[in-house]
């Protein structure tokens, strides 16, 4: 054994990926989503993967220290076994299956059925041919019937053996092992810390672990979210049904007030479950005040709709509801009075923009906002405000008595869509009479927020800027402001003091909230039967709705009612607000995913949350503060921010052993991202041991662009020695750090199961030149934190740039595509090689635009679009010889290569279907043809291979035309031995 540890050395990236994609592909189901709203959150099983990874040490057999730590997490044949959970249904075990197999199993001799699947075979028969039909499945489809890591208690009993004797150890459960490898390296129980714990995954991971566990942020959102995670999800059953029974005795006295003062319920006794409002403005072209709504549509399964009615005498339009509208109703309902934000007049079909009818102007070079700033007692929008809003529809709910499929009594129910009568509007004028009279007590008391809204943000501006709401309270309407205030005010007499029951009614009514606001927009898709409402937060922005949802309290109870996840107990673990730039709290492992180049504006977004917080935090925590510290967060690029990353992490590593690690994780973009991060640690005294990119990320389709869904793990220690080097000596020291770093990944792979994708090649060549380069504290002539902090010309590089670039040169140089012998790889030009190496990737599915960008990088080739049929961001691939036919024939960088003759050759093969048409050409256009025989002959057998690529079928007509183009080569001596 020696000091370094299996992070550092090897990582499963597949496989840590695909169960990290499992996670997130659970949706509202993952431990930690119940809490309440955070963007980004790490999935746990790589949280417990790299807190594994960090502290199991390495052997000199690299692959059964893999093996150790696939059975520590379960990722084993046995552990997958332990996991399973779902049910195989019978038509997958026989696909699985010989024909013999299936046959030896239900047939008897004289070929009549003896049995059947479901009938006839024991359990433990049943279990033996299950387990043989696991074994054979691949990783992914083992996965879809298994649970996930953290839902089992840990490796079986049985597997405790195998692990105790590689490690030394004497564990028989997670926590145990933990506490042992912590304690042979650290002298203790490894303490881990995060000190940007956002969403709270690395603290409540690591408690659950047996860690102490220390989490912090500036941000107290962020701070509450963490601690309700390790003290309610991993606080056990009893502090979960203390809290589950105080938030269900809080909503029932709400629900019970709400129903006596009738404002839910009409004169049949049906219950209202949701409510649509709308804007309006007054339309220049009629003078009438028209109801803005981007679509009439409120259920696309019942087809109901609202419909525009004229009507002069109030200088406004009617809205009438229509259930069961045909075809062409529901086609106009589509077409809303607000388009690309211009409002739409029905009559005219005129448009006209939202800021000339806001009023917006230009002084002095810049922008007034038009709209009337409102005040804190400002609840409704004034008579003479240009933007009004109206209800115009209820969604009743109707309980009756019926009969069911079996002809039992049962108590059904039946929705209503109605326009709006003068009954509603008593009731919403009710609402309002109610709110004044508990406004004052309420903000007093935070029951309702009472803070006012900071300018100047990207996205707490919007709500000024659009609507003129100053305070965060504008954002919600009389009804939503009543119901969230009222379920407080009940929760408040239950037990307001402990901290459980304090965090437990910030997360009740943060879920509400989120759920319950003037933002939240209405889905009417067929998916979302009789429609619902979106949450405030499904686009990481605060926008403002024309027109909204609010639910009634019944359709709530979902929000504030917390469901806790089984899960482990955690322990160990102390939650602060605190800025990372002056902690002094030390930890042998810190893991931190910090908000580099990223685009979300935590600090803005959560101002929403604590605005609602801010009077019930101190009430448990009172050395929490309730602001978000907005000067100091720690966001975006340039050179203030490099300063406080900087700081951050100097601070970090000033509070940790010398034996310890700090991981960084982040989502990252391009390379360049992440090239400047590694520039920051090392500034902050640390250097790279290793980096790995595990795929966290399910796809959005409200991401556009060039994405990676993807985690970049960058393994760090702190920098004890104080070496010096010149660049110019650190090459051939990279170059043999980047070979050895490959070759060790190539022999680790596994050809049938692959670990590695060919982007973890590339990156791994800038692991290994930034481990070579953070290894030392001074390069001469190069002063680090000059380099980080100046300021340079768009495009320039620095000199550490263009080390790291020479690493995935030589990385480049070093992976030759399978297919391909060395020897014909190495005579290659790089546009060659780019085109060929593409290729790979696309046959590994890679179809990500930024993973061809660093290829091209690799290879030195800058321009390379013309060799895309489909450039799309996350869709690329490369033209065949036959969709390239003429284009760039003989120019360019890549036009006169050989690779390119030989593809026009192929094209003409196939055009003629005559591989002597494509050897004609290959002769006369390739100077060297008769000496290039043999490589022309490879590189036409590796095109040939595609033929055998399910997903490449548009390179099947291709590559069998290569194929014979191969053999015509092959055997064309033309008199010559």
């Known amino acids: 054994m020696n000091d370094r540890v299996f992070i550092e050395e090897q990582f499963p990236v597949s496989k840590i990926s695909k169960e990290s994609y499992k996670e997130r592909k659970a949706g509202a189901s993952q431990t930690l989503t119940s809490l309440g709203k955070w963007w980004g959150r790490k999935p746990l099983v790589l949280v417990r993967a790299v807190i594994i990874g960090m502290l199991m040490p390495v052997s000199n057999d690299p692959q059964r220290d893999r093996e150790i730590f696939l059975k520590i997490m379960t990722m084993d044949d046995e552990g997958l076994w332990q996991r399973r959970s779902k049910a195989i249904p019978a038509q997958v075990v026989q696909s699985h299956l010989t024909e013999q197999e299936w046959d030896e199993l239900l047939i008897d001799d004289e070929g009549q059925p003896k049995r059947s699947w479901s009938i006839g075979l024991s359990e433990v028969e049943k279990e033996e041919v299950l387990h043989k039909v696991f074994n054979r499945m691949s990783y992914d489809e083992k996965l879809t019937y298994c649970d996930r890591p953290e839902q089992v208690e840990g490796p079986d009993q049985s597997v405790w053996r195998d692990i105790n004797t590689h490690l030394g150890t004497n564990a028989a459960e997670l926590q145990e092992l933990v506490v042992e490898l912590g304690t042979r390296r650290f002298g203790r129980i490894p303490r881990v810390g995060d000190a940007f714990c956002g969403g709270g995954s690395i603290p409540f991971e690591a408690a659950r672990l047996g860690c102490e566990a220390y989490g912090s942020d500036l941000n107290p959102v962020a701070a509450l979210l963490t601690w309700a995670s390790i003290h309610l999800i991993g606080g056990g059953e009893v502090i979960q049904n203390q809290v589950q029974d105080a938030q269900q005795t809080a909503f029932d006295a709400a629900d019970k007030q709400i129903t006596e003062w009738g404002i839910e319920h009409n004169a049949k006794g049906w219950r209202a479950d949701a409510y649509l409002y709308c804007v309006e403005a007054r339309c220049p072209a009629t003078g009438l005040m028209l109801p803005l ?418 985690t970049v793990l960058l393994v760090l220690r702190k920098r004890t020695e104080h070496d010096t080097a010149f660049l110019d000596q650190l090459y051939p020291e990279i170059e043999d750090e980047v070979r050895r770093q490959l070759d060790q990944m190539l022999a680790l792979d596994d050809q049938e199961d692959p670990n590695f994708a060919d982007t973890d090649y590339q990156l791994a060549a800038y692991a290994a030149a930034l481990r070579v380069l953070t290894g030392y504290s001074e390069i001469e002539g190069h002063d680090i934190k000059h380099e980080l902090f100046r300021q340079r010309q768009a495009g320039e590089k620095s000199a550490f740039e263009q080390v790291i670039d020479r690493a995935v040169e030589i990385a480049s140089d070093h992976l030759v595509p399978k297919g391909l012998e060395p020897r014909y790889w190495k005579i290659l030009s790089a546009s060659e090689r780019f085109y060929l190496k593409g290729l790979e990737l696309e046959k590994h599915l890679e179809a990500r635009s930024g993973a061809y960008q660093e290829l091209a990088k690799g290879f030195g080739v800058r321009d390379y679009t013309g060799l895309f049929h489909q450039a799309e961001a996350n869709a690329v691939r490369f033209k065949t010889g036959s969709e390239f036919k003429r284009t760039t024939l003989g120019s360019g960088e890549f036009g006169s290569t050989t690779v390119r003759n030989i593809l026009f050759a192929i094209h003409e093969t196939v055009r003629t279907d005559d591989a002597r048409q494509g050897l004609n050409w290959l002769r006369e256009e390739v100077p060297t043809y008769w000496e290039q025989r043999k490589q022309i002959v490879a590189i036409l057998n590796y095109l040939a291979a595609l033929s055998h690529i399910s997903h490449m079928t548009h390179w099947e007509k291709d590559a069998d035309a290569a194929q014979r183009l191969s053999g015509s080569v092959e055997n064309d001596h033309e008199g010559r031995l």
Request: hydrophobic share 35%.
């Open 293 to 710: 709504v981007p679509s009439w549509v409120i259920s696309e399964k019942y087809q109901v709709c609202a419909v525009l009615k004229r009507n002069d005498s109030h200088q406004s339009y009617s809205i009438e509801i229509v259930t069961g509208a045909d075809e062409e109703t529901m086609s106009r309902a589509k077409k809303g009075t607000i388009q690309d934000g211009r409002m739409v007049c029905p009559e005219t079909g005129e448009t006209f923009s939202i800021t000339s009818i806001r009023g917006d102007r230009r002084v002095g070079g810049e922008t007034a906002y038009g709209l009337r700033l409102w005040e804190n007692d400002d609840l409704v929008p004034r008579p003479d405000d240009i933007f009004q809003e109206r209800l115009y529809c209820v969604r009743w709910v109707e309980k009756y008595w019926g009969k069911n499929s079996k002809g039992e009594d049962v108590e059904k129910i039946r929705r209503h869509f109605c326009e709006v009568g003068d009954d509603d509007l008593a009731r919403e004028e009710k609402v309002l009479s109610l709110v004044k009279d508990h406004f004052t007590d309420w903000q007093k008391r935070g029951f309702i927020p009472s803070r006012i809204i900071e300018r100047g943000g990207e996205k707490t501006e919007e709500p000024i800027r659009t609507r003129g709401w100053t305070y965060w309270h504008h954002l919600f309407n009389p009804r939503q402001l009543l119901i969230h205030g009222e379920f407080l005010t009940e929760f408040k007499k239950i037990n307001p003091s402990t901290p459980e029951m304090v965090i437990a009614s910030c997360l009740s009514i943060g879920a509400g909230v989120d759920n319950l606001a003037k933002l939240c927009g209405w889905n009417p898709h067929k998916s979302k039967g009789p429609g619902s409402s979106r949450n405030v937060f499904y686009d990481q922005a605060l926008n403002p709705q024309y027109n909204y949802a609010a639910r009634s309290l019944s359709n709530l109870q979902i929000f504030y009612l917390s469901q806790f996840p089984k899960s482990q107990e955690a322990c160990r673990s102390y939650v602060q607000t605190h800025d990372a730039r002056q902690l002094v709290v030390e930890n042998d492992l810190w893991i931190t995913d910090p908000p580099y180049a990223d685009a979300i504006n935590y600090h803005e977004l959560t101002e929403f949350f604590l605005a609602w917080y801010e009077k019930h935090l101190p009430q448990a925590f009172p050395d929490w503060y309730t602001a978000t510290k907005k000067a100091l967060a720690v966001r975006g690029s340039g050179e203030n921010f490099k300063h406080s990353m900087v700081d951050c992490y100097s601070n970090l590593t000033k509070h940790m052993p010398n034996n310890g690690f700090q991981l960084v994780m982040f989502t990252h973009q391009d390379a360049s991202v992440w090239a400047d991060l590694a520039m920051i640690l090392w500034a902050g005294g640390l250097r790279v041991t290793a980096a790995w990119t595990i795929g966290t990320e399910a796809a959005s389709g409200l991401k556009k662009g060039n994405y990676v869904q993807g």
